[in-house]
């Protein structure tokens, strides 16, 4: 077997930090929850109702995976720089259309995530009917902490919060998830075959709100962990 050989050396595979291993978890593909909970969706003014509508989903390329305790700059093109705080599934093993009853098994563990958005231009494309793309698939805005292990555990409950600067601006719970873990995976896997490295943003709580450069955010998913993200200058 002759190894394959580049132009250019490729970039590294995106991987994350395990709780208690040495090898580290490649990341595969990176999924978002929109809407995930009633408070959030108010404030977008875009109410849920669960009883008539289902989940929806958008995706950032992994090369915009960061880690925990990074420093990013301030984007371009944005004067609307946003935090959500999220609880992140990691997907440990494959799964194309799983009932809610199944859905565990895909589960390796769980992380805490940063969405960091640039909110004027997803609400500006939101507005026109395009893509989120330039609001949402941001270099470096994927923020994942270390993944802790807890194969085929369902979390559903667990404080969820987050600061700036030591000021309290996100504070709800993983009981309030409109769609909760089971849900969200059977229901992804109808339309992808889910595979071990996905990672699951599933959605932020109300409280989201903007950033300037010099900003030190802290977060905490009770059970899980801490994430922390400092935003530096723009370049
Ligand atoms: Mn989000």
Known sequence: M?????????????????QGREERY??????????NYHAHAVEMGRPVDKTVEVPFYFTKGP?????????VAYPPQ??????????VVAIGAPGFRVDQAGAPKLIYGYACGLDMTRRDLQLAAREKGRPWDLGKDVEAS??????VPMPGTVLDRGALVLSVNGLERQNS??????????????????FYHLQAGDLIFTGTPEGVGPLQPGDHIEGRVEGVGTITLTVGPAE
């Not at 190894?3 to 995106?14: D, F, S």
């Open 2 to 18: 002759s190894q394959t050989r580049y132009l250019w050396n490729p970039p590294p595979v995106p991987s994350l930090a395990v």
């Open 26 to 35: 490649p990341v595969c593909r990176l999924f978002f929850v929109g809407r």
């Open 63 to 71: 090369g915009t995976l960061v880690e925990s305790g990074t420093t």
């Open 78 to 87: 944005t004067r609307d720089y946003q935090h959500e705080m999220e609880l």
């Open 142 to 147: 994927s923020v994942v902490s270390p993944i």
């Open 173 to 190: 719970d993983l009981s309030k998830l409109i769609w909760n873990v089971p849900e969200l995976i059977a229901d992804l896997s109808t």
